[in-house]
């Protein structure tokens, strides 16, 4: 355990972490959530009921988010429970890597790693969407404490890195390198007639155990055990080529992100050759898994024409920026080795030994800053990332009482299936509202669409096929065809009917009642 004042840095590093994270998001008159976290809580409303998922929807089953996200909507109907328990998840994440740095590689290291967690866009963009990679971070943090305390913790590291899994499933790469790794020493030993592999080490395959839980998560959620390894291929074949990366194009991005993070990528590899040099290979197992792992990764979906969105990389810029912490840290020691050289060394208790400590502190957290600049707290991407959820979030805020009181009108609108008479869908939404008002309308997502401008053009188009639709500029793409969906009258549209319900344009919401054909 660290020391009194070591625990109180950690507590101040993770409310400086919250406060900068609800400094950017500012989740308080509206949780800015994803469709993904839309689709977890749907998961857990499905399994609690007893009910088997009724239709595809592209988001990766995660088991863990199934529970937290699920478990907190059941409890408060509100989605911004769920985005402050992300913020929440970040804090404890960036104390832990923080601990984790310092024990490594000394408070330099700590300060850096600290900094350039809090204020990475990257991770940001992650936060501002209460995904998965909060929670991933605070399981892989706490797997590396776990195995580099002074009697490591397998058994721990392991039940860490399984929760991880469950929450991103990239985390198998970890256990399945940590497994090659045990092999390889096992192997090593027994040619060298003696026991190379840790006592209990064994006890971090328990990561693994994560598989069976998804397994029959998935086959209570959909009857298919294997669902979660069907989602990607599924959503990318819908997608169309050109939506795909392909190998070539994943080298280009990957190129190009770490040429812009290229202060972080330099400070990494003396980083990596510094543990490689000090032999320490649990570290740098860790980071060679969640970095060129995930990269590995990354390809292999490439290759397979599975899709690979940009955010995928998060993981292997967490893996950059604390293997970078541990460079700087290896620079301002060989710096002052070469100082102490010429000049007298201070006794490492005298208080110019504090105060050059504290300095060193501040000078690695400023370069963090400065290496990664702008920080995501003024970077103009970021913010303008932030804003937009926010108002997407308000806007299915707003279109809630509006449709749940335009439903008590649809009889059989919250029916599984049309009946006689009826339109197939009885509500059309913005594809990343879809699962958020699956939810708070407790409407099946199988009469639930979503507005595409190809779907209403030619008209009637989805028109013909709904009785009510939401359109937003947040959440729909910019297209002409929407135009038909931004008057403030009623209006004929192929044929249909649209009866204006809410017209926000500030907000840039309308919601029309649509009859007709």
């Known amino acids: 355990m660290p020391s009194r004042l070591a625990a109180l840095g950690l507590v101040l590093v993770g409310l400086v972490a919250a406060a900068s994270a609800l400094a950017i998001i500012q989740p308080f008159a509206a949780g800015p959530v994803s469709y993904d976290v839309g689709s977890s809580v749907i998961h857990f409303l499905r399994l609690i009921h007893g009910q088997r998922l009724e239709a595809f929807i592209s988001t990766t089953p995660k088991p863990l988010l199934t529970v937290v996200d699920g ?7 509100d989605w911004r429970a769920i985005s402050l328990a992300a913020i929440g998840a970040f804090a404890v994440a960036v104390a832990l890597a923080t601990w984790l ?3 490594v590689a000394g408070p330099l290291a700590a300060a850096f790693v600290a900094v350039a967690l809090i204020a990475s866009p990257s991770l940001m963009g992650e936060l501002i969407i209460a995904s998965a990679v909060p929670w991933a971070m605070v399981g892989w943090a706490a797997a590396g404490l776990a195995v580099t305390a002074p009697r490591p913790r397998y058994a721990l590291a392991g039940i860490a890195l399984m929760l991880a899994a469950l929450a ?3 985390t198998l790469v970890l256990v399945g390198v940590a497994l090659v790794v045990l092999i390889g020493l096992w192997v090593a030993g027994r040619r060298a007639g003696r026991a190379l592999v840790p006592s209990g080490a064994l006890w971090i395959l328990l990561g693994a155990l994560a598989l069976p839980v998804m397994l029959v998560h998935d086959w209570l959620l959909t009857g298919d055990p294997f669902f979660w390894a069907s989602v990607a291929t599924r959503y990318s074949e819908g997608a169309g080529a050109t939506s795909l990366m ?3 194009a994943l080298a280009r991005f990957l190129v190009h992100r770490y040429l812009d993070l290229a202060g972080f990528a330099i400070f990494a590899v003396i980083g990596g050759v510094s543990l490689l040099q000090r032999r320490r290979w649990i570290t740098a197992v860790g980071l060679a898994a969640l970095g060129p792992g995930i990269v590995a990764f990354l390809f292999v979906l490439s290759v397979r024409g599975t899709f690979v969105a940009t955010r995928y990389a998060v993981p292997v810029d967490l893996a950059v920026f604390f293997a970078a912490g541990i460079g700087v840290a290896r620079v301002a020691e060989e710096l002052a080795r070469y100082a102490s050289r010429r000049r007298p060394r201070l006794a490492p208790g005298s208080s110019g030994s504090t105060s050059r400590l504290v300095a060193g502190g501040a000078l690695a957290a400023t370069l963090a800053i400065l290496v990664g600049w702008p920080p995501a707290i003024i970077d103009p991407t970021t913010t303008a990332a932030a804003a937009s959820a926010r108002q ?4 299915e805020q707003a279109a809630v009482p509006v449709l749940e009181a335009a439903l008590r009108g649809i009889a059989g609108g919250r029916d599984l299936t049309a009946g006689p008479g009826q339109r197939p869908l009885v509500l059309v939404v913005p594809v990343p509202m879809r ?4 939810a708070d309308l407790d409407v099946p997502l199988t009469r639930l669409g979503s507005t595409s401008a190809g779907g209403l053009s030619p008209a009637p188009g989805l028109l013909a096929r709904t009785d009510l639709i939401v359109h937003s500029r947040v959440g729909d793409a910019r297209d002409p065809a929407y135009a038909e969906l931004e008057v403030a009258i009623s209006t004929t549209v ?8 809410l017209v926000d344009v500030p907000d840039g919401l309308w919601i029309y009642a649509v009859t007709g054909g």
């Open 392 to 395: 997407l979030a308000t806007n």
């Open 435 to 438: 699962t958020l008002l699956a």
């Open 168 to 170: 991103r499933l990239e």
């Open 101 to 103: 740095a310092a024990r």
């Open 71 to 77: 478990g907190l909507y059941a409890l408060t109907g």
């Open 494 to 501: 192929g044929g249909q009917t649209l009866t204006p319900l």
């Open 246 to 248: 392909h190998p070539a």
